[in-house]
């Protein structure tokens, strides 16, 4: 399905500018400047179409993208780090925590987090509003590259610890790199059979 053709659909900035739920839908959530953008990029292998920076707080509106008429997958403002007013970024929070809570159609959030850094007090909120919710999610660590596999390892464990006392199933933590593409395809296809995607 990632081999269709990305095409952007729809921004929004308020809930009542969501797009009518059509398709089954992946979002993208994390703290700014985490990867998000460049992590829709590495899973389509299209590059130019969702913007990155290495300026934080670059996506400032919910970004709907659709491959062919399958698959919507939602690029969400980053949360936490901008250069931005404290108005601006808490309705940004109020716009993320919106979508996730309402959305239908959402069959997954991924929450990607920075290897390096970990999981911040707005990430659990969120972990905690999905599982409220019962919105299925997926943590994702991103930038591996960036640190040895050994700290990786180390903080995809201390993840998987620290989320133990939530009800729901977590699915194991995800491990990528947009930039050298590790872990992109397991991310595509988390399905023990990734024949069919
Ligand atoms: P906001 O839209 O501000 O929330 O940021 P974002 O989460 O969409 O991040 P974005 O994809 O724009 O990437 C932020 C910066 O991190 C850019 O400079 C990217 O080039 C860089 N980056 C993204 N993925 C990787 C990665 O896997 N490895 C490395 N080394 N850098 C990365
Ligand atoms: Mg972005």
Redesign the pocket.
């Known amino acids: 399905v990632f081999r269709n053709k990305l095409e952007f659909f729809a921004a929004a900035k308020i809930s009542s500018s969501f797009p009518p739920p059509t398709l089954p839908e992946i979002a993208f959530a ?1 703290v ?8 829709l990029n590495a899973l389509t292998r299209q590059w130019g179409i969702v913007r ?3 300026k ?4 400032q509106s919910i970004n709907f993208f659709r491959l062919a008429s399958k698959l919507c997958l939602v ?1 969400l ?2 949360y936490g780090f ?1 250069y931005a007013k404290e108005e601006v970024k808490e309705s940004w929070q109020e716009l993320v925590k919106e979508y996730v809570s309402t959305r239908v159609g959402l069959e997954r959030v991924c929450l ?1 987090v920075h290897t390096k850094r970990g999981m911040k007090p707005l990430d659990y909120e969120l972990v905690d509003l999905m599982e409220r919710h019962k919105t299925p999610y997926q943590i994702v660590l ?2 591996t ?2 640190v040895f596999p050994i700290d990786v390892a180390r903080r995809a464990m201390e993840i998987q610890e620290s989320l133990k006392k939530n009800k729901s199933v977590v699915n194991p933590v995800m491990m990528v ?3 050298t593409g590790a872990g992109i395809r397991n991310l595509r296809a988390p399905s023990p059979n990734p024949e069919v995607t």
């Open positions: 994390g700014s400047n985490v990867g998000k953008s460049s992590l990155t920076s290495d934080p707080g670059l996506t690029d403002p980053g901008a990607l991103t930038k590259d960036l790199s947009s930039k």
